[in-house]
């Protein structure tokens, strides 16, 4: 069984940082992909970050590329998302996800953290 538990959200001015962390337990073969999405009320949830952490690449979000950092701590099982010179527009709930990397989907979920910031 999967389970990812999400923290490090708040509040912060434009321009402020915040790194989010993703606790992780688990099957490895079943985290191998790891990705950080973010859903504002009324749009689609996007895709901001992503780690393959078999092959250690890591893919951004244009919105973010580089502001935003993803990383794994292996020995703790903890992936990062570390994002600086926020924006106003990185408002949103953000959750950490999971899946297999031959999967197409990802299948497990975090509960959200939220990040706010102000202008």
């Known amino acids: 069984q999967v389970q990812l538990v999400e923290s490090g959200g708040g509040s912060v001015q434009s321009g402020g940082s915040l790194r989010l962390s993703c606790a992780v337990s688990?099957?490895?073969?079943?985290?191998?992909?790891m990705g950080w999405f973010r859903q504002t009320p009324g749009k689609e949830r996007e895709g901001v970050a992503y780690?393959?952490?078999?092959?250690?690449?890591?893919t951004y979000a244009d919105s973010v590329k580089g502001r935003f950092t993803i990383s794994k701590d292996n020995a703790k099982n903890v992936v990062y998302l570390q994002m600086n010179s926020l924006k106003p527009e990185d408002t949103a709930m953000y959750f950490c996800?999971?899946?297999?990397?031959?999967?197409?989907?990802?299948?497990?979920w975090g509960q959200g953290t939220q990040v706010i910031v102000s202008a």
């Open positions: 996800a999971a899946k297999s990397c031959g999967a197409a989907a990802y299948n497990y």
């Open positions: 780690l393959n952490w078999f092959i250690r690449v890591t």
């Open positions: 688990g099957n490895i073969y079943s985290t191998g992909c």
